[in-house]
């Protein structure tokens, strides 16, 4: 979707127009980080329920007068929702926009959330806890939906880079807080935490977001909330000196299962796999953690909740730094390809070497998820210090996030125009993908033992370097081909070098770009 504005100059009595390019987003920096910050706030809500449960197990034990197996298995439907809600969550939001679904998302979750904390049986545990993923879930899917809406793409690494640490914190901070609110006042507590938390999220966004979905306001300058209309100050201030085109948005009935559907893109289908078969590894190292670590070193309860530190702060930490590469990266790309490094929009990716400019650096990454992942698997084996599978969850779980960044933000550049639902078919397939390794992980630990386990989920990684590959080297000609036909070429479609300066290329090509 491409904006224009044009003004007329007077030159000698000579009238001549003159073309001033459009801003990517109409919203002035402080609201566009208020938007961001209130999303990667509630993206956390899915590892907050997720994690802040576990310290519950005992005391629901006793209160519902089951069995930690039973209680356990809730986390069997828990994990097949999450993978499915985002699916319709993604798909709706980018056909009726953002903020409705997040504030029946909010809805959802508050209300699953005191219902948890006023449950008196095994059943209604089971229902309320699905019911509470379906509105946490699709959280972190419609976050990546709205920085696709407002961040241009040269921007974008160092916003998803944030938004991962935020989710990337959320477990390690559920865990403690649901240890201390348990311990202080009972395991309802934390259910009324939640609920709380979530209820002042709906407050402010029923109040003060502003809808930014492209299909619906454009670029923002038409943007607006049901009870407030440009609240925050600088809203509107650039959107009320310049009018903006905004497209006609057709209202469709949404369907689920259209992230699927992006998987016949083979750019966005190998970008997929990519980041799910890093995902996978992650998650048999982080269960690895109750079903051997913990075992192993003989923790008890306190300890084995500590020694997921490690593996969440290497996360965060490179979740914080992540985003300054993957700018630097961008830039660098752009210069050595002839574009401007800042004037790039979504319109234009369709002839840019986004494939390469996200993943350039992808390779140190899975070098060392490579090497920490075998070495983490051999130092539980033979029952090393406790110290050195700890360094190593921390080097895993950093380069891990490390590639969630990339592989996000490619998604992302890919499908422009339907951010959530493509987030939502990344999802969707990593928790398929992961949840099938994981139900054979304790018989893999038992049959082969951690060091041969984990040298294979490793192997993860042997399969992914062929994908990396291929789009680095033939992502765009990809891309390409499918928009342009067989004869398609890049170098007459971006124009000649010239003499090698920045930004000597004109792009005018105008096409939705899907990630094909």
């Known amino acids: 979707m491409a904006f224009r504005s044009h003004e007329r100059e007077s030159n000698q009595g000579r009238t001549h127009e003159v073309e001033v390019p459009a801003l990517y987003s109409a919203f002035s920096r402080n609201t566009k980080m208020f938007i961001v910050g209130v999303c990667c706030f509630i993206s956390t809500f899915f590892g ?144 009324w935490f939640l609920a709380i938390l979530s209820g002042l999220c709906q407050t402010v966004m029923f109040l003060f977001f502003l809808e930014t979905a492209r299909n619906i306001v454009g670029n923002g300058s038409e943007s607006k909330t049901s009870v407030v209309v440009c609240r925050l100050p600088g809203s509107c201030s650039i959107s009320t000196r310049q009018n903006f085109e905004t497209s006609q948005h057709k209202w469709n009935f949404p369907n689920p299962f259209a992230c ?69 990266d961008w830039i660098r790309t752009a210069r050595e390809t002839g574009y401007q490094t800042t004037g790039l929009t979504d319109s234009d990716l369709s002839t840019f070497p986004v494939e390469y400019a996200r993943l350039r650096s992808v390779w140190y990454l899975v070098a060392i998820d490579f090497v920490a992942t075998i070495g983490y698997g051999w130092a539980l084996q033979v029952k090393t210090n406790l110290a050195i599978p700890l360094l190593l969850q921390f080097f895993t779980g950093g380069s891990s996030v490390g590639i969630f960044t990339m592989v996000s933000s490619l998604i992302i550049d890919l499908n422009p125009t339907r951010s959530a639902t493509a987030q939502a078919a990344y999802n969707l397939v990593s928790c398929i993908m992961a949840g099938s390794v994981l139900a054979a992980l304790p018989a893999m630990l038992n049959r082969l033992g951690a060091g041969w386990c984990f040298t294979l989920c490793a192997g993860f990684y042997v399969a992914a370097v062929p994908l990396v590959w291929y789009l680095q080297n033939h992502g765009l000609k990809r891309r390409g081909l499918a928009v342009f036909g067989k004869d398609w070429d890049w170098a007459t479609t971006t124009g000649d070098e010239g003499d090698g300066g920045e930004g000597n290329r004109e792009v005018e090509v105008e096409v939705e770009m899907v990630g094909v």
């Open 48 to 191: 907050f329920s997720t994690y802040i449960f576990y310290p519950a197990v005992e005391p629901l034990t006793q209160a519902l007068h089951t069995t930690k197996s039973l209680i356990n298995l809730t986390n069997v439907p828990f994990q097949v929702v999450a993978g499915l809600a985002p699916a319709i969550v993604g798909c709706t939001a980018d056909f009726y926009g953002r903020r409705p679904v997040y504030n029946v998302s909010l809805i959802l979750f508050t209300a699953s959330n005191i219902g948890l904390a006023l449950l008196t049986s095994y059943p209604a545990l089971l229902g309320r806890r699905m019911l509470q993923i379906v509105g946490a879930s699709g959280t972190i899917a419609l976050a990546y939906g709205v920085i696709a809406d407002v961040i241009r793409p040269a921007d974008r690494g160092q916003i998803t880079g944030l938004l991962n640490a935020c989710t990337n914190a959320a477990p390690s901070l559920g865990a403690i807080i649901g240890g201390l609110l348990i311990q202080r006042f009972g395991w309802t507590s934390i259910f």
């Open 260 to 328: 699927l559907f992006l998987l016949r893109y083979r750019n966005t289908l190998f970008t997929i796999l990519l980041g799910s078969f890093s995902y996978t590894t992650f998650s048999c190292l982080g269960d690895s953690i109750s079903i051997s670590l913990a075992s192993t070193y003989e923790l008890d309860a306190l300890q084995a909740g500590l020694v997921y530190i490690p593996l969440g702060a290497g996360g965060v930490l490179v979740a914080l730094t992540i985003g300054k590469l993957l700018d630097w």
